[in-house]
């Protein structure tokens, strides 16, 4: 059974809109102007779309050996992109704005979603013999990069007027686009709970970023701990991935030469 048997093509729409976003503050700039560290991200990123625009169209085109060989490589990639991202979230704090609760908004928003996209990898990976949970935890990664690009490209197209303001309306444009692939399960007989979780998610945080911004607490809390706050989750997240990623190239090895059971497709 072919889940998403256009998927490639949706993605690939996704990764124009997100390298749209990021054209006025990144690849219309002066490289040489980034830290390295900057390029190492946006490499990792890009990649890892292209590595979910690819795995779809290699499990509809029958070649499931090509599909596990990506997603065990895809592992690496996502450790890379989880860890610079760590590393270039506190630098949120040093952004000059007229808002001085906004660098508070960016360290929450991304510390929430940079865990939420290592948690969809690992919950994926643990998936991978169910296509229909594996499929919607990988598509769910998508929408952790998609958000910062439609909030920078709201803002530097001058669609709106502030960055608080793009990201409201780019936190409501992903939740209308989750709210289509829960309504296409609905229609194909089930509701799975990936998407419902990435819904629940955006919808908490669009409702609480602001309010937890400009919380005292919350930019004490950063000021004074803004290491700990954005490495204890990500440790934690890395080294699940890493250890279930090593788990599942040695199982592989173990099983090479063993009958494979059919691909389960749980409805």
Not at 33 to 44: D, K, N, P
Request: glycine share 6%.
């Amino acid at each position: 059974m072919t889940i998403y048997p256009r998927a490639h093509w949706y993605l690939m729409f996704g990764l124009v809109v997100a390298i749209g976003g990021f054209i006025p503050s990144y690849w219309s700039q002066e490289f040489a102007t980034f830290r390295g560290i900057i390029h190492v991200h946006a490499a990792t990123a890009t990649l890892w779309f292209l590595t979910l625009i690819l795995q779809p169209w290699l499990v509809n085109s029958g070649k499931r050996a090509a599909h596990r060989a990506f997603g065990y490589a895809s592992l690496f990639n996502a450790v890379v992109l989880v860890v610079t991202a760590a590393v270039i979230t506190p630098r949120s704090l040093d952004l000059q704005t007229r808002n001085a609760n906004l660098p508070y908004m960016f360290v929450y928003w991304d510390t929430v979603t940079i865990c939420l996209f290592a948690v969809f990898v690992i919950l994926g990976i643990k998936h991978r013999r169910n296509e229909q949970r594996h499929a919607r935890y990988m598509v769910g990664t998508v929408f952790v990069p998609m958000l910062p690009a439609l909030g920078r490209g709201l803002f530097f197209y001058g669609i709106v007027e502030n960055f608080v303001s793009a990201l409201y309306l780019g936190n409501a444009l992903t939740l209308a686009v989750i709210s289509l692939l829960i309504y296409d399960d609905h229609k194909k007989g089930k509701v799975h709970s990936p998407y419902v979780a990435l819904y629940v998610v955006f919808v908490v945080l669009g409702a609480s970023m602001e309010v937890v911004g400009a919380a005292p607490w919350w930019q004490r809390f950063v000021d004074a701990a803004v290491v700990p706050i954005i490495w204890t989750p990500l440790v934690v997240s890395i080294v699940a991935t890493v250890g279930l990623g090593s788990w599942c190239t040695i199982l592989a090895k173990i099983t090479r030469n063993r009958p494979r059971g059919p691909i389960v497709e749980h409805r």
